[in-house]
């Protein structure tokens, strides 16, 4: 091999080496890979007789190589790929999609995700967090600026597809019980590829999720941004309320589901915020509360000799010997009236 073939490739192995010895995303690392690269195959070929072969060869071998020795260093050693791009989701969050792994950087921690299996592992408060109306605002354009960026929305569940998908759309803003809102149907965020139990959400319950933005749909006037990767939260919204009782002055006995009633009351509500009203006959219809639930650990008084009496902080409930749930206005001790045979 002559001199000169050398010299090609020592400066050829230099341009290489330098991108690995460097620990961060910059496109100059990969501008010099690829100019290494090339000046280093110059030295293996040129000046040389029965080129053909060695032209097809020695590139296949020498990327091989590289693209391995990328792969290596990046799963064993935490480093940072020099053959993949960034999308730099906050100051605080970004990825580097190399060919068939990918690197999560979270604050300078370095998570390798072999063919793209992981979900977001950073920390979700490394996004920031929008709601889904000003997301869906400009679509368009938030899709452009997000594509292939991880975004943390916040929003209400409009579908629910098994245990697999999600629906958020953009919704009109108004105070309603039981979480109920107007949904625009013609702008909406779809989660895929999910996994999660559907027994867990309920449609008008606020959500946040995290998830790679995808792909962008717009068709017969509907807007669809599609997210994958994805991880879904329940609101914090809903881990305090207070307990609200409207009482009911007439004693009327009223029948608010199958076996269920009010008695001396009018209704019973669980506040979330001044926004988040729920009643607590929809929540129990819903499968969010259950009379089982609500007398979890408390210790019942034989009445009537046949009935069991429960207090709680703002009502009583009477459970009776046919089986009828009774909340009751704590005011009422007069028990015979509780268990009425005839209901």
């Given at each position: ?126 996004l920031e967090l929008t709601a889904i109306n000003k997301f869906l605002e400009s679509p ?204």
């Amino acid at each position: 091999m002559k001199k000169e073939n050398w010299i090609l490739i020592i400066i050829g192995l230099v341009f290489i080496i330098t991108p690995f010895l460097l620990n961060f995303y910059h496109f100059f690392r990969l501008m010099s890979l690829l100019i290494g690269i090339i000046i280093t195959l110059l030295g293996l070929i040129i000046f040389k007789t029965n080129k053909a072969w060695k032209i097809i060869v020695y590139p296949i071998i020498l990327i091989t190589v590289i693209i391995l020795g990328d792969f290596f260093l990046a799963s064993v050693f935490k480093r940072v790929p020099v053959i993949a791009i960034e999308y730099r989701s906050s100051s605080f969050s970004s990825t580097y999609n190399s060919l068939f792994y990918r690197v999560y950087n979270c604050n300078e921690v370095l998570t390798f995700d072999a063919n793209y299996e992981k979900n977001f592992v950073c920390n979700k408060e490394s996004l920031e967090l929008t709601a889904i109306n000003k997301f869906l605002e400009s679509p368009k354009e938030n899709f452009e600026e997000n594509h292939g960026k991880f975004v943390r929305l916040e929003g209400k569940i409009n579908t629910i597809v098994g245990n697999s998908s999600l629906t958020l759309n953009a919704y009109a803003d108004e105070k309603n019980l039981n979480g109920y809102v107007v949904f625009d149907e013609h702008k909406k965020v779809i989660i895929d590829g999910l996994k999660i139990n559907p027994n867990d959400f309920h449609i008008y319950d606020y959500i946040e999720v995290i998830g790679l933005v995808k792909d962008y749909q717009e068709k017969d006037e509907k807007i669809t941004i599609y997210l994958t990767d994805a991880k879904v939260f329940p609101s914090e919204l809903y881990q305090n309320y207070e307990v609200v009782v409207n009482e009911d002055k007439t004693l009327t006995k009223n029948k608010i589901e199958d076996k269920l009633y009010y008695l001396g009351l009018k209704s019973i509500y669980y506040k979330y915020d001044e926004n988040n009203i729920y009643e607590l006959e929809y929540l129990m219809s819903d499968k969010r509360e259950s009379v089982d639930n609500l007398l979890n650990g408390l210790a019942g008084t034989i009445i009537n000799e046949k009935d069991e009496l429960y207090t709680l902080e703002k009502y009583n409930i009477v459970k009776c010997e046919n089986n009828d749930v009774v909340f009751v206005n704590q005011d009422i001790n007069n028990f015979e009236m509780i268990c009425d045979k005839e209901n």
